[in-house]
């Protein structure tokens, strides 16, 4: 990616925040380092299907295209439709959708029963509670036993939470982020 692409999806990242707080979660794009991290994280070689949850610009989705198995399936969630075309444009062997509540759905129009992998983006700290538990329902329903969640937050106000379902196996603290962010590694009980 050059410079002034960089440029110009910060620019459109701290836009859509500043009009969408709740739903876009940061003023800027998550880092190299941070995407890096949570993408380094996961066993590749046991994952086939894997789901993108707030792809956002595509900082996560790119280390993510790097590593898929050939013959698995991405499906990315972003609810903002600028974001989700320009993802579209630049992943178009992937499955796009709009709402990570629909996630069950979603994957099962594809034809596939369970996914191996949840890498997650989404402001959980920003939604309201029931929303919080209606999209942790779904990636609990959808993951297969064993599978891999991976998330970014910015508190540990998920820990909890997260506990119910999932064995957490480590918590990163990445600090070469705007603003500096944890990233739980878990496999779901």
Known sequence: MNKSMSVSEKYLFLSKFLRFPKQIGSVTPSSKTLAKKMVSSIPWGTVRHVVELGAGTGAITHFIQEEVHSSGKVFVFEKDPTLRQLL??????????????????????????????????????????????????????????????????????????????????????????????????????
């Open 88 to 189: 579209k444009e630049q992943y178009s062997e992937y499955n796009f959708f709009a709402d990570a509540i629909q996630l069950d759905e979603a994957i099962r129009s594809k034809g596939i029963e369970q996914i191996d992998c949840v890498i997650s983006g989404l402001p959980f700290a920003n939604f309201p509670q029931q929303l919080r538990d209606g999209i942790m329902e779904q990636v609990v329903q959808t993951l297969k036993p064993g599978g891999w969640f991976v998330a970014f937050q910015y508190s540990l106000q998920m820990k909890k939470q997260l506990e119910q379902h999932f064995s957490i196996i480590r918590i990163h603290y990445v600090m070469a982020n705007f603003p500096p962010a944890f990233v739980y590694v878990c496999q779901k009980k």
